[in-house]
């Protein structure tokens, strides 16, 4: 399996643009998540999937910030418009179950790092 | 609130010696934790994870330990090598049953 892949890796933007970051899970995972990772802030989770469905979105941090996943193959993070402060590594994780004997191990992809002028 | 915290200054280690990590937690009682390596400008790597029942688990020359009543888990990498400088990130599993991650270590091995 190739892994989760993030499109693009590097995405320069004026403010007020609008930006949609992709993300590819790993085939026959359960669980998508969004993460921000910053200096400051550390590793921040956004919202999370479990078989495409929305469970919880309480990271997202403003209603500028949305996402989607059409189908288990596929999600997308949207930011629209985009502000100098969302400027930071986005990363998508996919992962099976994490209760009882699974480890829920993430899986991390290599990130999009957004770059907001 | 629940609270992770790792060290937050850079380990500096020998090649050759024993790296010990800290990652406190506080306000709450994990049912497992798992430890993550990563690199500059690439995602977390899974290393290992320990449970609430169990004291000590290791894997070729990591051991992480896992102390319920100190609240504390320690990450040891033994006979170090340059190889092994990264970023390692400390993430309990939080009461919303999501992880809840560390800010990290950054860990420095010296030929």
């Known amino acids: 399996d190739a892994g989760v892949i993030q499109s693009p890796r590097h995405e320069v933007t004026e403010m007020g643009q609008e930006v949609t970051l992709r993300c590819k899970p790993i085939?026959?995972?359960?669980?998508l998540f969004w993460y921000r990772q910053t200096m400051m802030r550390g590793l921040e989770l956004l919202i999370y999937f479990n078989n495409n469905v929305p469970i919880d979105d309480s990271g997202m941090p403003e209603d500028r910030f949305s996402a989607k996943m059409p189908n288990a193959s596929f999600s997308t993070l949207k930011i629209q418009p985009s502000e100098p402060r969302d400027s930071a590594v986005y990363f998508c994780?996919?992962?099976?179950?994490?209760?009882?004997?699974?480890?829920?191990?993430?899986?991390f992809g290599e990130g999009s790092r957004l770059t907001v002028l | 609130s629940q609270k992770i915290e790792q060290n937050s200054e850079a380990l500096n280690i020998q090649e050759g010696k024993t790296a010990t990590l800290t990652c406190n937690y506080t306000?709450?009682?994990?049912?497992?934790l798992q430890w993550y390596r990563q690199d500059p400008g690439r995602g977390p790597v899974f290393l290992l994870l320990i449970r609430e029942n169990e004291k000590e688990k290791r894997k070729e020359r990591l051991k992480v330990t896992f102390d319920t009543t100190l609240k504390q888990s320690l990450f040891h990498i033994t006979a170090s090598q340059p190889a092994d400088s990264a970023t390692y990130l400390c993430?309990?599993?939080?009461?919303?049953?999501?992880?809840?991650w560390g800010a990290g270590t950054k860990l420095i091995i010296k030929p």
């Open positions: 993430a309990p599993l939080g009461s919303n049953y999501q992880l809840i």
């Open positions: 085939s026959g995972h359960d669980y």
């Open positions: 994780a996919s992962s099976l179950a994490f209760t009882g004997p699974y480890t829920g191990e993430l899986f």
């Open positions: 306000n709450y009682s994990p049912a497992y």
